[in-house]
C-alpha cells in the first residue's frame, strides 16, 4: 500500500502563486507516472499535470505556462511538486495527487488539498 501525504493547498489572490507537494512512500523506481488532478464544484476530475519517470512532463492546455510540475527522489519516497504560478479565479478547485505504478494498473490518490483563487 502506498501512502501520498499533499500539502500546499490555500487561499490566493489572482495572480498569485502557490506550491503543491505530495510525499509517495515508495521510490520512484517503483512509478511509471506521478501526477496531479483536480476536480471544481459541479465539474468532473480533470488531469492538470504529469511527469513520467524518464522526466517527461505533460500539461492541460489551461495551465500550460503557467504552472510546472517536478519531482525528486530519496532512499524510500518519491515527491511530487506542482509550482502554479499566475493563479486564476478558475484555477479554484481541490487538487488530488496520483501516482501509477511501474508496469501495472494499480494507482493511488492522496487525500486532495483545496487551492482557491479570488479575483
Known amino acids: 500500500q502506498v501512502q501520498l501525504v499533499e500539502s500546499g493547498g490555500g487561499l490566493v489572490q489572482a495572480g498569485g502563486s502557490l506550491r503543491l507537494s505530495c510525499a509517495a512512500s515508495?521510490?520512484?523506481?517503483?512509478?511509471?507516472?506521478m501526477a496531479w488532478y483536480r476536480q471544481a464544484p459541479g465539474k468532473q476530475r480533470e488531469l492538470v499535470a504529469a511527469?513520467?519517470?524518464?522526466?517527461?512532463?505533460?500539461?492541460t492546455d489551461s495551465v500550460k505556462d503557467r504552472f510546472t510540475i517536478y519531482r525528486d527522489n530519496a532512499k524510500s519516497t518519491s515527491t511530487v511538486y506542482l509550482q502554479m504560478n499566475s493563479l486564476k479565479p478558475e484555477d479554484t478547485a481541490v487538487y488530488f495527487c496520483?501516482?501509477?505504478?511501474?508496469?501495472?494498473?494499480?494507482?493511488?490518490w492522496g487525500q486532495g488539498t483545496q487551492v482557491t483563487v479570488s479575483s
Open positions: 515508495v521510490r520512484l523506481l517503483w512509478l511509471s507516472t
Open positions: 511527469i513520467t519517470r524518464g522526466g517527461s512532463a505533460n500539461y
Open positions: 496520483n501516482v501509477k505504478l511501474y508496469g501495472t494498473s494499480t494507482d493511488y
